[in-house]
Nanobody
Framework: QVRVVESGGGLVQPGGSLRLSCAAS????????MAWYRQAPGKERELVAR???????DYANSVKGRFTISRDNDKNTVYLQMNSLKADDTAVYYC???????????????WGQGTLVTVSS
């Protein structure tokens, strides 16, 4: 069984920074893309940032220049550095692992349980 677990959420003041981490564990050979999504109260889940195994990245327009996604393939971990946080960034942040090649030679996708980020003074 493959799982991903997020950490690093919490309460931060506007303009502050937080770093989220997401570690994948279980029996697998590789993970294609990893991403961060978020869901604010009353809104749909949206893509925040994505990174491929080769290091290519994509960002939502709302976070470009403020958030940075990175990945340590040796540790099967993805990070989201969030700077200049705004109240609108308040949401539950979910980690997503795409096209995980398991030891049974099947591909699976896995979501984390989410971590809450609250930006408030």
């Amino acid at each position: 069984q493959v799982r991903v677990v997020e950490s690093g959420g919490g309460l931060v003041q506007p303009g502050g920074s937080l770093r989220l981490s997401c570690a994948a564990s279980g029996s697998f050979f590789s993970i294609d893309a990893m991403a961060w999504y978020r869901q604010a109260p009353g809104k749909e889940r949206e893509l925040v940032a994505r990174i491929t195994s080769g290091g290519s990245t994509d960002y939502a327009n709302s976070v470009k220049g403020r958030f940075t996604i990175s990945r340590d393939n040796d540790k099967n971990t993805v990070y989201l550095q969030m700077n200049s946080l705004k109240a609108d960034d308040t949401a539950v942040y979910y980690c997503y692992a795409h096209r995980i090649l398991t030891i049974t030679r099947t591909y699976v996708e896995v979501w984390g349980q989410g971590t809450l980020v609250t930006v408030s003074s």
